[in-house]
């Protein structure tokens, strides 16, 4: 058993160590949000926050972020999250969606380490979120307005 705090609640798993994070997240614990893209941690679907960084669950075993602090979008009474995810609403930067829960939470760590990005520490902090939608500069101005609301 590898005990996992997911979203502030404990979860006791049952599954090999080298499990990918991912897998326990959909499948164990029915948390669909962090998606599935490429397997190999360059698309950036399947980011969620550990001790608050992103990381890529796709290839991050259990037995690496056992006891960490594990959040992903579910968490929507997280403040930057909510924050971020009205300022996708309003620029309306969601085509597909499929890979806005990875790109809400990388923007969401860029936030809380940087609440005054620019243009390139946006690009650097999204750079491993691949949209293939394109809507990159809605996505570079909606963390722009959740940065100015979170500000203000």
Known sequence: MITL?????????????????LWVL????GLTGTKYGCGMAVCGACTVHVNGNAM?????????????Q????????????????Q???????????Y?????IL???????SNPRPTDAD????????????ATYARIRAAVHDAAKTLGA
């Open 5 to 21: 705090v997911v979203n502030g609640q404990k979860h006791e798993v049952d599954a090999p160590p080298d499990t990918p994070l």
């Open 26 to 29: 959909r499948d164990t614990l």
């Open 56 to 68: 890529r669950s796709c290839v991050l075993p259990i037995s690496a972020v056992a006891g960490s």
């Open 70 to 85: 594990i959040t992903t979008i579910e968490t929507a009474d997280h403040r930057i999250v909510q924050t971020l995810q």
């Open 87 to 97: 300022a996708w609403v309003e620029r309306e930067v969601s085509q597909c969606g």
């Open 99 to 103: 890979c806005q829960p990875g790109q």
């Open 106 to 112: 990388s923007a969401a760590a860029l936030l809380a």
């Open 122 to 133: 946006i690009d650097a902090a999204l750079s491993g979120n691949l949209c293939r939608c």
